[in-house]
């Protein structure tokens, strides 16, 4: 089994920054794709994020700019970082990825628990 864990969110002012950190333990033979969710209160939950194997990137128009997603293999840690945020950024913030827990096994995807960012003065 793999735990994806999420930490860095809180409260933070309209304009400030936040850093975002998904680590990943348990069986894990290799990460495959690496994404940011979000879902805010009433709403469906969107994709922020997503980083390949290669170091490829996709962002929502809304962060565009604005957000940075990177990752360090040797950690097998996905991070967001979050720049002049916005209170429309106000969510939680959700950690997925694609694993392969053995060679030659399958590769499944997991979810993090999550974790609040609020923007708010």
């Known amino acids: 089994q793999v735990q994806l864990v999420e930490s860095g969110g809180g409260l933070v002012q309209p304009g400030g920054s936040l850093r975002l950190s998904c680590a990943a333990s348990?069986?894990?033979?290799?990460?495959?794709?690496m994404r940011w969710y979000r879902q805010a209160p009433g709403k469906q939950r969107e994709l922020v994020a997503s980083i390949t194997i290669a170091g490829s990137t996709n962002y929502a128009d809304s962060v565009k700019g604005r957000f940075t997603i990177s990752r360090d293999d040797a950690k097998n840690t996905v991070y967001l970082q979050m720049n002049s945020l916005k209170p429309e950024d106000t969510a939680v913030y959700y950690c997925n990825a694609d694993v392969r827990e053995r060679p030659g096994g399958g590769i499944a995807n997991y979810w993090g628990q999550g974790t609040q960012v609020t923007v708010s003065s």
């Open positions: 348990g069986s894990i033979f290799s990460i495959y794709g």
